[in-house]
Each structure stands twice: as C-alpha cells, then as structure tokens.
C-alpha cells in the first residue's frame, strides 16, 4: 500500500510538473494559446505606456516650423516600434537636453504609484471628515478624482520630454515632434545612437529601421523651401566651415512616404487651382540645389560620396487640408548616411536580410 501511494504521489508530481512546463512553454518555443492572441504590443505592454496621438500637432505645424524624429517601421507593427523609440528616445533626447527636465522613463509605473500615494496623502483627511458628513457621495467624488489623475498621467507619458507623437496617414511611419523648438540636437541624437549600436552599447531594435531627424519643417512651396534649405545650410557650414573640403560636395534626397494617397486626390481635384500637385523629384532637386548653392558658392553635386546630404521627407499628417502639404528637412554629415541602393539615412539594423524578413 505504501508503494503504490509513493507511486501516485510521484506521478501526481511528475504531471504538475509537465502542466507547468506546458504553461510556460519557453524553453522548448512553444506557445500558450493566450500567446499566440496577444497582439506585440500586449505582450509588453507593462514595459512602457503608449502616448496618445497629440491631435493639435497637426495644426501647430502647419503654424510654425517643428523639430523631431520620423521613425520607419514595418507595417501594422507602430505600436511596437512607439514603445520601441520612447525607450531610445527616453535615453539619448533627455541626455542631450539643455534644461533638467524628467525624462520619459519618469513617467512609469513607479512614478504614477508615487503620484497616487502623494495624491491619497493630501486628501485622506479631506476625504474623512467628506465621508463623515456625505457618505457615498464624496466616496464617489473621490473615486472620479483618483481616476483622473491616473487619466492624467497616462496622457502625459511622452511629454516630459516636451514630444507630441503626430498621427499620420501612412503606415509603416512614426513622427515625434517636440512641442517647442528649443530642442536644436536631433542630429546629435541620431549620431548618438548610431555610435551606441555601432559599440554594442544599445541594443539592436527590432521594429525601428531608420530614424530620420526633422530639423526644420514647412508648408512644401518652393519658397518655403528654399528658405529652409538656406536657413540650415548657412548654420550648418559655420559650425562645420573648417573641416569641410572645397569645393563642398552635397547631395539631396527626397522621399514621398505616405503620401501616394495626397497626389491621388490631388491629381482628381486638379480642377481646383487652391490644390497644388506635389512637387516632382525633379524641381525639388533643382530647389534644394539651387539654395544650396547659393549659399555655399563652391561647391558640387556629388551623388556617390557627398560630405553633406540635404535629405527632404513629406510628412503625411493626419487631418491637413490636401493643399498643405507639409515636409521634414535636415542637412546631415556623411557619417550619418547611407548611398547605395539609394541616398538616405542609415539604418539602425545592419542586417538587411532580417530587415526584409520582417517588413
């Protein structure tokens, strides 16, 4: 009797055991059902929160030129690849910032438990002495309150670094703004990150592939834009007047993601004279190298190793009328770009095998 009740003991154990490895499952790749529904985002979701969209952004870019970061991902994986830049953003963007401002990462769960506790500290005896005379009235008023400061807080992850995320009409794309244009470092930024992959002390990300950083933007006319370009071209050539070579070799790129579906309408409603058609890559080559020229006279374009890029991207901002179409620009180093297939940023991921994998 003793033998078999041993026996039934251990093979009790024995299936407990292979419940829960069956439950976890990691070791050997499998997934639980629960995993495999869970959308990317979900299954980190306690890592970071997701700002929401800033909807007056739009607007506010179409008042005044905007500095920030246009981040390309693969399709239907945003909401990763936003958690993804928070946390780069959270570390090289507060590193660089002139004011001591909190930085993104204050906005977490230990932060908004702080909040709740001081919150609860500084009305716990309000409360009482509410509830001794109105019962479940205050109860409810105070339940309201707390949950607007948690409301409150999870509307503010993001904005302690001064970012609005922007929504945008094309897939595949993030855009950050900073909400005032103090913020001058957006390069250094990038050129950080790129050291910090290149010596291993950041992780290669999974969703984000490129960061392009947004020095200026601008309502895309031909003048707006040739005084963008000139604008950057004179600050960037004195702060890099000695070490550049002469004659100056430059290059300009222009990229039209997401907005197929703007020239689309555009090209239908061609009859109303308030709705320009994109400018072509051709005159927006012709713009840029023209007011680059201009201000710095010797110099050449130089398509296969250029010193400096002017790199201009259309923004496809969510809820602008068709006739504001609105661009990124930025004059970046030749450390910062790539040229082969096609003059553009460099990729975060080297790999391009793993790239095309997951786009």
Known sequence: MANEKEEEQV???AEKEKEEEEALGLGRGEKREEDEELKPWEQHSAVI??????YKAPSSILERSHSGFLITCPI??????????????EKFVSSMYSNNRPTLGSCNARTVTKKRKTFSEETNTENIEKTQRNGADSAKAFGELVENVSSEVSMNV???????????????????TFTSNSF???VGVLSNILQALGSGDLKRPLWCNRIFPIQETCVLTEKNLQTVVSKLVQEYLGKEQESLERPIKFAVAYNRRGVEEIET???KSATDSKIPL???RESCFKIVAGAFKDVAKNSVVDLKSPEVAVIVELLPLSGVPNESVVAGVSILPHELIATKPRLCVKPLVSDTKATNKRN
């Open 278 to 280: 994109l400018l072509d």
């Open 49 to 54: 929160s997701i700002p929401r969209y800033d």
């Open 158 to 176: 993001g904005s302690s670094l001064s970012l609005s995320l922007v929504k945008l009409t094309g897939s595949g794309l993030l855009l950050f």
């Open 11 to 13: 093979q009790a154990q």
């Open 76 to 89: 239907k994986r945003e909401k990763s690849a936003t958690k993804e830049a928070i946390s780069v953003l």
């Open 184 to 186: 001058r470092h957006v």
């Open 265 to 267: 309408k555009n090209s």
